[in-house]
């Protein structure tokens, strides 16, 4: 699926959760996010986490969870960093 593809899906239940949140996330539903964020295991959701904590403001939560993710803080926009994460996500195996 092309970035294009996602951002224009009507639903997100057929992504897997970490993409889900994103998907929420764009649309402007940061508790749905979070909630499916929270839920997804593994380091794809915890990255999700970080953004959604960044997102909100809460930088020492987000820093807690970019470190559990394996990555380093994020110091582009948060626009930039959901591109960047989505387009990672997409590409990854399912």
């Known amino acids: 699926m092309t970035l294009e593809e996602f951002q224009t899906l009507p639903d997100a239940s057929p992504l897997r959760p970490p ?5 929420h996330a764009a649309r402007g539903d940061w508790d749905r996010a979070h909630a ?3 839920d997804a295991s593994g380091r794809e959701g ?5 953004y959604l904590h960044r997102l909100e403001g809460d930088h020492g939560n ?3 969870w970019y470190a559990r993710a394996g990555r380093p803080v994020f110091r582009c926009t948060p626009d930039a960093e959901w591109v960047a994460i989505a387009t990672e996500l ?5």
């Open 19 to 23: 993409l889900q949140a994103l998907w």
């Open 36 to 38: 499916l964020a929270q």
């Open 46 to 50: 915890d990255w999700v986490h970080a």
């Open 62 to 64: 987000a820093a807690y």
């Open 90 to 94: 997409l590409a990854a195996p399912a």
